[in-house]
């Protein structure tokens, strides 16, 4: 650096030095231009402090939140969805009318040393991990992407389930997506979502449709879903001592005009089967769901089937089965509408409007479920402002007698 450029530098430094390091990189462009103009700095030069400037700010900022010396990148996430949900059904039960906060996500992401990162998300909403885990990624033999997670994530089984809330089309899961994964409540099988323990995905993107190709998954997990505040720390018991496993894989196909994704996934839960979780009851389960994307049309679909040893009761075991599909459209670039049906059968096992349409009022067990959802979405700001609205049906039948809850469903969504 020449005598005179030090000379420009220090007299920066002059204009500058009452500022932090943050609001330096943040508000010195307008001086830096200004230094250009009147012949101080060169547009090189200017380009060069403000380089430094900008890293010794992420430095500091690193420096100030993480107690990680090793911590070379920080990133801070959040996600806020505000609902509204009106529904009413045709039993005498009492009306749903209330706005609640669906989700409200806060979460930090950290690069520690080279392929090393912590993963961090709570949902403050439903007081759960939503992500906490460590990641390590790599490539095998230089052709083989993946990554290897320890700690608390979903599983991939379930296409629905495992896509990020805040991509979703219909503004909650599908009815039958709620039946397979989502806490036993002595109907529902609780057979995915949230897991303690390690997962391995070979080609990442492929699977998140970013690029082509096969990909493919395996987890050895605890048995039970992470739920509640002391979820991710729990340390178990004699009644849930073993492993489940999991398994999936699929393709996908991506190009400039549209994109396609087909694929399969198992988990073997041991212990897990029974009305509720017992002893020497299993429980496995499948399902396969295709995606595809043209222009401003989406069509996706899944099919969930199940095994469940004493899923009745006693000695009855239980095969319930679901499957749905949906269609969207994009009349602009920020207005979409979207349709989706869904059929569970509980194969005896019972299941009631509730265990499908969330926040429903309902009364009634019945063997199977239908589903019907139709609604827009506004993107005000892409994904990260989104206003969606909707309508939605629920019936449950039993023989000869049929029970139904209907009604509208709003969300904000801010993602940060």
Known sequence: MTN??????????????????????????????????????????????????????????????????????????????????????DANVADTSHIFLRRLYFGAKASVGANWSANLVYDFAGENFDKAFIEYTGNLGGELPFNLDVGVRKVNFGMEEWTSSG???????????????????GRRLGAGSYRTGVFFD?????????????????????PERTEGPGGASSAGSDSNNT???????????????????????VGLLPDQGGRTPTEDSDLTVFNLYANAERGPWKVSGEFLSADIDNGIAGTTD?????????????????????????YTDSDGRGIKVSDGVRSA???????????????????IVGSDLKLQFGYVHGTAERGNVDESADGVRSQLQVNF
């Open 318 to 342: 239980a095969s319930p089965w679901g499957v749905w599909v949906q269609g969207s459209y994009g009349i602009t670039e920020q207005f979409e509408i979207v349709g989706r049906y869904s």
């Open 167 to 185: 991509s979703l089309d219909a503004i909650e899961r599908s009815g039958a997506t709620r039946y397979f994964v989502e806490g036993n409540n």
């Open 243 to 265: 492993f489940a496993y999991w398994a999936d894989a699929g393709y996908s196909i991506v190009n400039a005009e549209s994109s396609f994704r087909l694929g399969a996934a």
């Open 361 to 379: 009022p309902a009364s009634l067990t019945g063997d199977n479920l239908t589903e019907y959802y139709l609604g827009f979405n506004y993107y």
């Open 202 to 222: 070979a080609v990442p993107n492929a699977r998140k449709q970013k690029t082509g190709g096969f990909f493919w998954g395996a987890a050895i997990t605890n």
């Open 4 to 89: 005179s450029l030090l000379r420009r530098v220090a007299l920066l430094g002059a204009f500058l030095g009452g500022f932090a390091s943050f609001a330096v990189a943040q508000d010195s462009g307008a001086l830096l231009n200004v230094l250009v103009r009147k012949g101080i700095l060169t547009d090189q030069e200017a380009e060069d402090i403000r380089a430094e400037l900008t890293a010794e700010s992420h430095a500091a900022v690193i420096s100030s939140v993480s107690g990680g010396k090793s911590t070379h990148s920080l990133a801070i996430s959040g996600r806020i969805q505000a609902q509204y949900a009106g529904l009413s059904s």
